[in-house]
Structures are given as structure tokens and as C-alpha cells.
């Protein structure tokens, strides 16, 4: 029978991320025993987790929700794992992408690398301390990512603003330049006149 999609459950906070909201972890099979245990352990981990029975109910929810990270399963009906993430890539490409099966079928794992650009290929069935540890690495190297970006961002703006700061500068020094130039014309004009005055006066006392 189809698992319909459930709210969100959160447990508790990973050690690591204690004074942060868990990371939330969308988890896509057709299988229901597959996505009763995935569940389990990621919420045991302390992450928020929702389920999805097919790729359609997968994009229903990523529509309506932020999700940190997708596991999806490669072999499904309508939609298989490699399109599906493949459309989570073109929609939402902050999202972390996972790809997971039971068969090994290179052509379709070649594909939703490609296209979907997953981060991890991981087989069925999994170790659950080992899919937990590749979730952490997957969200840490998100998490690295978007502070790399977020400060990338400030230091074009930075850099944006100097360059602003500089030409506005440039332009006081150039004007300052000018007014300068300017009163020393004058200071020299008026030194000329003053002596042509003098000199006036000088001519002016030798008739006397």
C-alpha cells in the first residue's frame, strides 16, 4: 500500500547544530518498509523528517517546504530517481541530492550523477551508521558552501563600496585641485594689482 506523506517530525538536535534547528531530510521510495526505517534512524539522528511514497508527492512537498537534503530511490513508477532529482537540481539546487538503490545499474546511476549532479550514490541495503555519517558530511559541505557564497557575496559589495569610496575621493581631490589652482590665481592677481597700487603711490609721493 502507498505511504501517504506525514507533517514533519522533529527530534532532537544533533550535537553539532544544538543551538540550530535540525536539518530537514526528504526521503523518496515506493517502498514503505524503506521509508518506515529511513524515518526512524533519521529521527533517532535528530533530524526533521518527511516522507514521500513517489516523486510526485516528493515535488509536493518541496514546493511547500524548505528540505536541507533528498534521498531519493532510483527504481520508481512515472518518475524514476535520476529525473526526479534531476528536477529538484533545476528547482531547487540547494538542495542536497542523494541517490539510493538496490540494483546496480550503471546507466541510470550515470544518469542521475549527471543530470542531477547527486552529491553520494549509496546501495541498498545501507549501513546506518554510514548513511547518518554521509547525511552529516553532505550538510556540513552545504552548510561550508553558502558561508563561502554568503561571504564571497560581502566582499564583491566590499569591494563595490571601496571602489565607490576611491573615485568619490578622487573626484574631492581633483575638485580640491582645482579650487586650489583657482585661489592661487586670484592670490596672484590681486599680489600684481596690490603692486601696481604701490607702485602707483611710489610715482604718486616722488611728484610731491
Given at each position: 500500500?502507498?505511504?501517504?506523506?506525514?507533517?514533519?517530525?522533529?527530534?532532537?538536535?544533533?550535537?553539532?547544530?544544538?543551538?540550530?534547528a535540525p536539518a530537514r531530510i526528504l526521503c523518496v521510495d515506493d517502498e514503505p518498509d524503506v521509508l518506515a526505517s529511513l524515518r526512524r534512524?533519521?529521527?533517532?539522528?535528530?533530524?526533521?523528517?518527511?516522507?514521500?511514497?513517489?516523486?510526485?508527492t516528493g515535488l509536493q512537498i518541496l514546493e511547500n517546504e524548505e528540505v536541507d537534503l533528498v534521498f531519493s530511490d532510483l527504481h520508481m513508477p512515472q518518475m524514476d530517481g535520476a529525473r526526479f532529482l534531476a528536477v529538484v537540481r533545476e528547482r531547487w539546487p540547494q538542495t542536497v541530492r542523494m541517490l539510493m538503490t538496490g540494483h546496480a545499474d550503471a546507466g541510470l546511476i550515470a544518469e542521475a550523477v549527471n543530470s542531477g549532479e547527486?552529491?553520494?550514490?549509496?546501495?541498498?541495503?545501507?549501513?546506518?551508521?554510514?548513511?547518518?555519517?554521509q547525511a552529516r558530511m553532505a550538510l556540513e559541505r552545504r552548510s561550508i558552501e553558502r558561508e563561502k557564497a554568503?561571504?564571497?557575496?560581502?566582499?564583491?559589495?566590499?569591494?563595490?563600496?571601496?571602489?565607490?569610496?576611491?573615485?568619490?575621493?578622487?573626484?574631492?581631490?581633483?575638485?580640491?585641485?582645482?579650487?586650489?589652482?583657482?585661489?592661487?590665481?586670484?592670490?596672484?592677481?590681486?599680489f600684481i594689482t596690490s603692486l601696481k597700487v604701490f607702485a602707483s603711490l611710489i610715482e604718486t609721493r616722488r611728484k610731491f
Open positions: 500500500p502507498a505511504v501517504p506523506a506525514e507533517p514533519a517530525v522533529t527530534g532532537a538536535a544533533p550535537p553539532e547544530t544544538a543551538a540550530t534512524l533519521f529521527l533517532d539522528s535528530g533530524f526533521s523528517v518527511r516522507i514521500a511514497d513517489s516523486a510526485a547527486i552529491h553520494r550514490y549509496i546501495a541498498k541495503p545501507w549501513n546506518d551508521e554510514d548513511i547518518v555519517a554568503r561571504l564571497e557575496q560581502i566582499a564583491r559589495t566590499r569591494t563595490e563600496e571601496l571602489k565607490a569610496l576611491n573615485a568619490s575621493l578622487e573626484q574631492n581631490v581633483s575638485a580640491s585641485r582645482d579650487e586650489l589652482a583657482l585661489a592661487n590665481k586670484r592670490l596672484k592677481s590681486n
